[in-house]
């Protein structure tokens, strides 16, 4: 099993166990915000199990029906996540319309806060292992996971807020009226998700940083070539795959065109890892004198 695979099968349990608290909290105190951060909990161990799926799918070899592999399951996996949580933010809604129609006096609420708080800490604590070791192991579905996460830490932190200030005015009507707000924030987090992921399904090129590295890789081990031209990036899962033309000189031989290519592959490959590259080798002829400037 992979370290990517461990931490999602790791989110599942987490989830189980933050859900579990949650519900718990909820029923100890009936509080309607208590009930939203549950519903969100539900999603968080959907998203989890999806994840988990999305990764093992990715993690298949290349084959005849899938040349350049299946990195971009995870893709779908945090587009899911990010639909998913907009679909907790619109029942928290409804539920909240409801509380606020009618609000409630809340049981208990000193020890079902106590019970949700032990939840949050624990949601916390794992969503900062996920984004971290999500990034470090270029997992989208993992960041994905640990940010919709993330949001679950904040959603908490403002339930715990409007319970407290319910429970200290005699508010009652603040409880739902919290529930509404933290719902907004989790539609505008759920959006965010989705963007990002679809960015990657469409084939978004890798970010500023990364390219720079790739052009400063190629101008300085073309060393003999023309010029580079017609970069293209894009990225899937941890993949980042690099396409560019090289112009060299009309009268090099194909081995040290080869030996150009080597250098500059390895030059790459040490700049920005897991990459998969294709250069195309063309003689003088075609330089477009745009482009990566090589250095003699």
């Keep these: 099993m992979t370290k990517a695979l461990r931490f999602a099968a790791g989110s599942l349990f987490v989830g189980a166990v933050v859900l579990g608290l949650k519900s718990l909290a909820w029923w100890m105190t009936g509080s309607v915000a208590l009930l939203s951060d549950a519903l969100e909990s539900t999603v968080n161990l959907a998203t989890a199990f999806a994840a988990l799926i999305a990764i093992k799918v990715a993690a298949r070899p290349a084959d005849a029906n899938h040349p350049f592999g299946h990195h971009k399951a995870e893709f779908f996996s945090a587009v899911l996540e990010g639909v998913m949580i907009i679909i907790a933010a619109l029942l928290i809604l409804r539920e909240a319309y409801h509380g606020f129609m009618i609000p409630r006096v809340l049981e208990a609420p000193i020890e079902g806060l106590l019970v949700n708080g032990a939840a949050t800490a624990l949601n916390g604590f794992w969503a900062w292992t996920l984004v971290r070791k999500g990034r470090s192991l270029k997992s989208p579905a993992l960041v994905a996971d640990g940010k919709h996460l ?145 250095l003699a």
């Excluded at 090129?205 to 060393?223: C, D, F, M, Q, Y």
């Excluded at 080597?262 to 075609?286: F, G, L, N, Q």
Aim: negative net charge; contains cysteine.
């Design 150 to 294: 993330w949001t679950d830490v904040f959603t908490s932190g403002g339930v715990v807020f409007g319970v407290l200030l319910a429970l200290s005015t005699g508010w009652w009507v603040l409880d739902p009226i919290m529930a509404a707000l933290v719902a907004v924030n989790i539609l505008w987090s759920g959006s965010k998700v989705v963007k990002e992921s679809l960015s990657g399904l469409l084939d978004e090129a890798v970010p500023e940083k990364s390219l720079a590295k790739i052009r400063t890789a190629i101008s300085s081990e073309a060393s003999g070539a023309v010029e580079a031209h017609d970069l293209r990036t894009r990225h899937a899962g941890a993949v980042t795959f690099v396409e560019f033309h090289l112009v060299v000189p009309g009268t090099m031989t194909v081995f040290d065109a080869h030996e150009i290519c080597d250098r500059v592959e390895a030059a790459i490959h040490k700049a920005v890892p897991d990459t998969r590259i294709t250069i195309h080798v063309e003689p003088e002829h075609k330089s477009k004198h745009t482009g990566i400037v090589v």
